[in-house]
């Protein structure tokens, strides 16, 4: 089998900074309340005129700025998780793909919500383990304040706008191990942005273009079985916690992340996460929690993460890297 492994990570953030302050003149809520239950501190929002597809190009541009060894035009695929598409279609990986002039890509969107990186991932490592690609970029891109319901008090407070993105390569040696995926459609009604269908597993749901989430069963939901999937993720690649240097969790909410370190025993201090200033990011989490580690110094060379996605679907995706 083709070896594949994460070459070069970058990530784009809007210009706009929301604090928590900015909530308090629109929906019951302070400072002190979103901090104490999410952890969350700022998001950033687009501006009226970006869309997802501009914020995944600007983090492919900052990845070429910083990487300049990297030949763009010699990329022969792109995978762009998002569920904040600028249309169903033309695929925001074509978008892409057209900026950039990239004559011989393949392109598709994931949507896999904030487990979309993570599958995104893996999908690249089979394409390269198949011999049918050898350069690929994985991009978590969103624009969810397009979509959040600000008069839901409950769920407005917790997203932002991100995009990062991820090139993977044929590599002498293995950098992308063995990944875990699945889903709980059972809970689709849990999460879900409404479009057309009033139905979701035969129940009547809210139509009206927005976000909706129930909190208590996500929150519920992650945290009984996401410390399960780490575990069975380190056993599938015969590891034990002690080989793993950092977990990067989906930022969801920063108490989930919490109850998940203690479920299985791992400091929170190895826990790399994006959300105290950039808020839940969906499939841009990940690779925003890594590119903040990667330039702050901590995640190095050699280091091994466990990265894991989880939800609306209810899905989840888990992969276990070389940096």
């Avoid at 300049?68 to 904040?84: E, H, K, L, M, R």
């Avoid at 929150?219 to 999937?229: C, D, I, L, P, S």
């Avoid at 240097?245 to 370190?261: K, P, T, Y």
């Amino acid at each position: 089998m083709i070896n594949a492994k994460i070459t070069a990570v970058s990530t784009y953030v809007p210009e706009q900074v929301i604090t928590n302050q900015w909530f308090e003149d629109k929906i019951e809520t302070q400072d002190e309340w979103i901090v104490s239950r999410t952890g969350i501190r700022e998001r950033r929002f687009a501006a009226e005129h970006q869309f997802t597809s501009d914020l995944a190009v600007k983090a492919v541009e900052n990845l070429i700025r910083e990487n300049p060894s990297i030949a763009i035009q010699a990329v022969d695929f792109i995978i762009v998780a998002t569920t904040t598409a600028d249309q169903v279609m033309p695929s925001t990986a074509s978008r892409v793909q057209n900026h950039f002039a990239i004559p011989n890509a393949g392109c598709i969107d994931v949507m896999a919500a904030c487990a979309g990186f993570v599958y995104g991932v893996i999908l690249a490592k089979g394409l390269v383990a198949a011999g049918t690609h050898q350069k690929i970029l994985v991009i978590g891109a969103e624009t969810l304040s397009k979509f959040t319901d600000f008069s839901d008090r409950s769920s407005c407070i917790l997203f932002g706008d991100a995009a990062g993105v991820a090139l993977v390569e044929c590599s002498a040696q293995a950098g992308i191990f063995n990944g875990i995926t699945g889903t709980d459609g059972s809970h689709g009604k849990d999460l879900y942005l409404s479009q057309n269908n009033r139905l979701i597993n035969g129940e009547e749901v809210v139509v009206n273009g927005k976000i909706h989430q129930n909190g208590r069963v996500v929150y519920k939901w992650a945290v009984q079985h996401m410390g399960e999937k780490i575990t069975e993720l380190l056993a599938l690649n015969k590891l034990q916690i002690a080989d793993l240097d950092w977990i990067i969790l989906h930022s969801a909410n920063l108490r989930i992340i919490e109850a998940v370190a203690l479920s299985i025993n791992y400091p929170m201090d190895r826990m790399l996460t994006s959300l105290e200033l950039f808020g839940n990011t969906s499939s841009a989490s990940i690779p925003l929690a890594w590119d903040l580690a990667a330039r702050a110094g901590t995640l190095k060379k050699g280091d091994k993460a466990l990265l894991l996605g989880f939800g609306g679907g209810l899905t989840y995706a888990g992969v276990i890297v070389e940096i």
